[in-house]
């Protein structure tokens, strides 16, 4: 589904339709299959809107129901895992042992501590990130994000760190798929927002 398509299901969902038009407003204007700072401007205007006109807890959750979804390909085997063991830190291993993203862990590399699960992302262009000692351009190649990366690209452009609870509803997908509970998520660091990398908090159910 389109994510633009998501976003209205979304606001729909947890605002008014007064809200809904103000955030979508220019949308039809918006082709998310092409390139360049028209769709990024866009994005990042829907989002300020979205942060003056719904208190915080309801627009990271109009965010989260944006992202895209872990495969179930993906999501299957952890969850046989953990039915079988009812063990996370058997599920964390297994996780580890995957090497299909290029040689990386396609889950990353996800650590517990008590109940909570911390992940870092892989760079989305690992060649590349590698390839440059430049900063700017280690942050360009990290992003997975076609909808805001070009920002990192031009400074002016400044993100709200609403936007990456986008990003962290994959990791919600692929936890709520395993435990089959509800989970939170939190953003620790972004590079949209000027960290080196993007780190995510899954707060586990306490049961």
């Given at each position: ?148 990366k070009t920002a990192l690209k031009n400074k002016e452009i400044k993100i709200s760190p609403t936007f990456c609870y986008c990003g962290a509803g994959w990791y919600k997908t692929l936890w709520e798929g395993i435990l089959e509970k509800p989970v939170k998520i939190e953003v620790l660091q972004s590079v949209i927002q000027g ?13």
């Open positions: 589904m389109a994510w633009l398509k998501k976003l209205r299901i979304n606001l729909d969902k947890h605002t008014d339709e007064e809200i809904k038009k103000k955030v979508m407003e220019g949308s039809e204007e918006i082709d998310l299959k092409v390139r360049g700072e028209k769709k990024t401007r866009w994005v990042k205007g829907a989002i300020d809107k979205l942060d003056k006109l719904v208190e915080e807890e309801t627009r990271k959750e109009i965010l989260l129901g944006c992202c895209d979804v872990f495969p179930k390909t993906r999501i299957k085997p952890m969850r046989e895992k953990y039915l079988e063991t009812g063990n996370i830190d058997a599920v964390l291993e297994l996780m580890h042992k995957d090497s299909s993203w290029g040689g990386l862990s396609y889950y990353e590399y996800p650590y517990r501590k008590n109940n909570t699960i911390y992940v870092t992302k892989n760079p989305y262009n690992q060649k590349k990130y590698e390839e440059t000692e430049d900063k700017d351009e280690k942050k360009y190649y990290y992003c997975h994000c076609g909808l805001v960290d080196d990398c993007c780190e995510f908090a899954i707060h586990l159910p306490l049961e």
